[in-house]
């Protein structure tokens, strides 16, 4: 689904320091996939937290793809455990009931 959310991402690994305000560009029941402007590494483990409430949950990065080179990259998390009421969307997909 389409929706931006303000979230943090803080990456979890010491080695690839990284915690900022960004914007979903699609949800679901699994993860997210997001611009950061910095190049996280496939497997990288996150915590990702709502900036409407708090709530937070750890995942990990699936995919990094440039979009502009060396400047920005689409990223996609995926929960460590789904959840489809995460996102606190009002009606939610049938297929996001885990």
Known sequence: MSLRIPIIVTSLDPKQEFRGKQETVVVNAHGCGLLLPV???????????LISDGRSKSGRVVLVRAVIENARWLVGLEFDIPAGDFWAIENPPEDWRV
């Open 39 to 49: 190049q996280l590494g496939n497997r990288t483990p996150v915590s990702v937290e």
